[in-house]
């Protein structure tokens, strides 16, 4: 795959990932238990930690993306609520997905290629099953 397809994947899996960010204006949101959990918290938690870990293996792999998956971590964790415990929740998965991979790679190479390749499929599929729970 050449390096420009690749882009358009990349910002096409952005724009996928981009439309979690409407889950916290959504009546699902709102509903929940008392200590906050909502139904889709698997599926978030998860795409959480997706973020952490593509967000250290494209910058690896020298994506020059800056930190378009930070942000996003940002977006999502602002659109999911003010609870503390939540947050730190979200966080946490976002962080340890970064760390994880940052012991595990220390250079690109292809099993790190191959990693990105298939958090960006799982991340656009948690994102249309999110988006989808949303509306």
């Given at each position: 795959m050449g390096r420009s397809m690749r882009q358009r994947r990349a910002l096409t899996i952005l724009a996928v990932f981009s439309l979690v960010a409407t889950i916290g204006a959504s009546p699902l949101a709102a509903?929940?238990?008392?200590?906050?959990?909502?139904?889709?918290?698997?599926?978030?938690?998860?795409?959480?930690?997706?973020?952490?870990?593509?967000?250290?293996?494209?910058?690896?792999?020298?994506?020059?993306?800056g930190q378009i998956w930070r942000n996003r971590m940002e977006q999502l964790i602002e659109s999911e609520g003010a609870a503390p415990q939540r947050r730190a929740r979200l966080s946490t998965r976002f962080n340890n997905g970064y760390r994880s991979?940052?012991?595990?790679?220390?250079?690109?190479?292809?099993?790190?290629?191959?990693?990105?390749?298939?958090?960006?499929?799982?991340?656009a599929k948690l994102s249309d099953e999110l988006a989808a729970t949303s509306q």
């Open positions: 509903q929940g238990s008392a200590s906050d959990g909502k139904p889709y918290d698997v599926k978030l938690l998860r795409l959480a930690e997706i973020l952490g870990a593509v967000h250290y293996l494209r910058e690896l792999c020298g994506a020059n993306e991979y940052s012991r595990t790679y220390q250079t690109c190479t292809p099993s790190a290629q191959t990693a990105i390749s298939r958090f960006l499929v799982e991340g």
